[in-house]
């Protein structure tokens, strides 16, 4: 038996039972991490638990949704829970990406327990040099 001294996980664990879990139409949330990794914007989001077909992954324009489904483990009959802190049902996270991004070569990677998201930077957004008549020759400037 396990036995722990954590009142405030204790409220949260109970909020949930109380909620219940995530459904397709109310998702709980999904806890994730972003940055800028060279010419990519990077997003890897918490899912451990989840089978890699339980994964939806949708972009329209610059909205990103993903949602995933954690399922019971089915047990046997003869088996009882003693105790159950492990969320289950559906998350869901909805981001709006900037125009400054390439959503039509978003990838998508799952490895133990954490899908991430690489979306490159899209060319128009990159620095770039523009060149600078003067009379008749050129020069060029960064900017």
Known sequence: MLMRTAPFRELDRLTQQLMGAGTWSRPSAMPMDAYREGAEYVMAFDLPGVTEDAIDIDVERNMLTVKAERRPVTKADDV???????????FSRQLVLADSLDTEHIKADYDSGVLTLRVPIAERAKPRKISVGVGSGRREVSG
Do not use: A, C, F, K
């Not at 009882?80 to 559906?90: A, C, K, N």
């Open 80 to 90: 009882q829970t003693e105790l159950s802190e492990r969320p289950l049902g559906v």
